[in-house]
């Protein structure tokens, strides 16, 4: 039996195709006797179950099949070319040449699905009491100068006592933020549930807004909501990033606190600037 035939049963077998025992019994023998047949197996069947774990059941589209199917077809011949011109590492000789183009070909997936969750996440984000929905819109106030400030300043300890002062039952987070100036707060009342805003202008003159609700008011209360999926990432220990245009959404739990910041500013400065500022 040639190399090449030998390689499709490994194949075969992590795909559990293959039916008959008897022939079953000679191809895991031959894998243990064989270096090279061993490693394909364990490289097949550690691709397979990563693919299982990140995807889980979820069905490629008919689109993105024949893409895959497209690029493994062109993937295939230009590695052979390869062979002809130039001296390769172990990881793509012969016996490692679909292993390695599949794993590319899986890594876009999980990119793809990856970014496709995330907009999942976000469309389930829906209702009059949606903290998602509500930052959005309380943002886009602010950029049309619709939404008018309680209280104005910089003074943090001064924000907390007005946040307390309003009817705030936890207290609130207050990032001093580097690279962005404290302008001022307002106070929300969410069926009967007093709820804290925080507003910051960068030095560039970008604005970031942060909402706030302690995990009671989502949980127990549910004066406002969040989707069940969100939720589930939150408690998590992650963070939910999304952009839409120019506005970035960063959305995280924190000393009991959810918190969804708008921006537009990039992410890469939303994160080291208020995730780790202090509060």
């Given at each position: 039996?040639?190399?090449?035939?030998?390689?499709?049963?490994?194949?075969?077998?992590?795909?559990?195709?293959?039916?008959?025992?008897?022939?079953?019994?000679?191809?895991?023998?031959?894998?243990?006797?064989?270096?090279?047949?061993?490693?394909?197996?364990?490289?097949?069947?550690?691709?397979?179950?990563?693919?299982?774990?990140?995807?889980?059941?979820?069905?490629?589209?008919?689109?993105?099949?024949?893409?895959?199917?497209?690029?493994?077809?062109?993937?295939?011949?230009?590695?052979k070319e390869k062979v002809k011109k130039e001296k390769r590492s172990w990881l793509f000789s012969p016996r490692f040449a679909f292993a390695?183009?599949?794993?590319?070909?899986?890594?876009?997936?999980?990119?793809?699905f990856k970014s496709d969750d995330n907009n999942s996440i976000a469309s389930q984000q829906n209702g009059f009491n949606n903290m998602f929905?509500?930052?959005?819109?309380?943002?886009?106030?602010?950029?049309?100068?619709?939404?008018?400030?309680?209280?104005?300043?910089?003074?943090?300890?001064?924000?907390?006592?007005?946040?307390?002062?309003?009817?705030?039952?936890?207290?609130?987070?207050?990032?001093?933020?580097?690279?962005?100036?404290?302008?001022?707060?307002?106070?929300?009342?969410?069926?009967?549930?007093?709820?804290?805003?925080?507003?910051?202008?960068?030095?560039?003159?970008?604005?970031?807004?942060?909402?706030?609700?302690?995990?009671?008011?989502?949980?127990?209360?549910?004066?406002?909501?969040?989707?069940?999926?969100?939720?589930?990432?939150?408690?998590?220990?992650?963070?939910?990033?999304?952009?839409?245009?120019?506005?970035?959404?960063?959305?995280?739990?924190?000393?009991?606190?959810?918190?969804?910041?708008?921006?537009?500013?990039?992410?890469?400065?939303?994160?080291?600037?208020?995730?780790?500022?202090?509060?």
């Amino acid at each position: 039996m040639e190399q090449s035939e030998l390689f499709e049963q490994v194949t075969a077998l992590v795909d559990n195709e293959i039916k008959d025992q008897v022939e079953l019994k000679e191809i895991r023998q031959k894998i243990e006797q064989n270096e090279a047949y061993k490693a394909e197996f364990l490289v097949q069947s550690h691709i397979k179950s990563t693919l299982r774990n990140r995807l889980g059941s979820v069905e490629t589209p008919p689109y993105l099949k024949e893409r895959i199917i497209s690029q493994i077809l062109q993937e295939i011949p230009v590695r052979k070319e390869k062979v002809k011109k130039e001296k390769r590492s172990w990881l793509f000789s012969p016996r490692f040449a679909f292993a390695s183009a599949a794993a590319v070909i899986i890594l876009a997936i999980i990119f793809f699905f990856k970014s496709d969750d995330n907009n999942s996440i976000a469309s389930q984000q829906n209702g009059f009491n949606n903290m998602f929905v509500q930052a959005k819109r309380n943002f886009q106030s602010i950029v049309d100068g619709k939404l008018q400030l309680e209280a104005a300043g910089s003074n943090t300890d001064a924000l907390r006592q007005f946040f307390k002062d309003k009817g705030v039952k936890f207290r609130p987070m207050v990032p001093k933020a580097k690279q962005w100036d404290l302008i001022g707060a307002i106070v929300s009342d969410d069926n009967g549930e007093k709820l804290p805003h925080n507003f910051y202008r960068g030095k560039d003159g970008k604005l970031a807004y942060l909402y706030q609700a302690n995990e009671e008011c989502l949980k127990k209360k549910k004066v406002v909501t969040l989707s069940n999926d969100l939720l589930k990432m939150l408690d998590a220990g992650k963070s939910y990033k999304y952009k839409d245009g120019d506005r970035n959404y960063l959305v995280w739990k924190e000393d009991g606190k959810i918190c969804v910041l708008v921006s537009n500013e990039t992410m890469d400065k939303l994160e080291s600037n208020f995730l780790t500022a202090e509060k």
